[in-house]
């Protein structure tokens, strides 16, 4: 469903990303590690049609940046960015309108109610903090009900209900065949749910690593360690 191929992305003369190949298919989790500067948030964003790159980036067999692919793909960014003048409300019905969704109510409702945010519609975005700002773009990007998500560090922020209620959430996107590319620095709160992780080193994925891979009682924190420690300084780039 996410199909990344020899994808390389370049600041200047920085490789922040180096000729990256992934995939991410339905009903699996993909979890993205690695040490500050590794080129996480960079690929991420060229996945999701903000960045130019070399290379190629397929969403449900579409290239990236087509209508096609954007339908399919829900982003949820590192740093929410809401409108400062719309609702919470407004902000749901601002997506269903550009998405062009049908009967949507019920599932803003939903959201609303999970991340309790039901009595908080109608704030202005300004109004709210990074905790619910990042709800309610968690509720955006979910509201049309996407194939492919990718999130950035979705958990920073959230107070501990929201983080429970985000994790069964992927849980169940997972089960309902989605595709998740999720990246994150809190490595134990994948470690339950985790199909596959890419780690990162230095703009390459340094290790693939499935679950059956993992030796008995070594964890997925034991191999970001013995891949990362002393090697993910961005100074030594
Ligand atoms: P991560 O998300 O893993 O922390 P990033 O993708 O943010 O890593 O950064 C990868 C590298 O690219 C770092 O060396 C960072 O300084 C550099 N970088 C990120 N964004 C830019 C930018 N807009 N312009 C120049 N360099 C950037």
Avoid at 9 to 33: F, Q, R
Avoid at 90 to 100: G, N, S, T, V
């Amino acid at each position: 469903m996410i199909d990344v191929h020899d994808m390389t992305k370049k600041y200047g003369k920085l490789v922040a990303n180096d000729s990256i190949t992934l995939s991410v298919g339905g009903g699996e989790l993909a979890v993205l590690l690695g040490p500050n500067g590794a080129g996480k948030s960079t690929l991420i964003k060229s996945v999701c049609g903000l960045l130019r790159f070399d290379g190629s980036v397929r969403i449900g067999g579409h290239e990236n940046h087509t209508t096609e692919a954007k339908r399919l793909l829900g982003y949820v960014p590192e740093f929410p960015v809401l409108y400062p003048m719309l609702t919470v409300a407004e902000h749901l019905e601002f997506i269903a309108k550009a998405y062009r969704l049908n009967a949507w109510e019920e599932k803003a409702e939903e959201l609303l109610r999970r991340f309790e945010l039901d009595d908080k519609k109608k704030k202005l975005g300004k109004e709210l903090s990074k905790g619910m700002q990042q709800k309610v773009s968690v509720g955006c990007a979910l509201l049309p009900q996407p194939k492919a998500i990718i999130m950035d560090e979705p958990l920073v922020g959230l107070d501990p209900h929201g983080i429970r209620e985000l994790k069964a959430v992927i849980l169940e996107l997972r089960d309902s065949g989605c595709a998740l590319l999720v990246s994150t620095h809190m490595i134990e709160s994948m470690e339950e749910n985790w199909d596959v992780t890419y780690i990162m080193v230095k703009g390459r994925i340094e290790r693939v690593c499935r679950r059956a891979d993992l030796a008995a009682n070594q964890s997925l924190e034991d191999v970001y360690f013995a891949i990362t420690e002393g090697n993910g300084r961005e100074d030594a780039r």
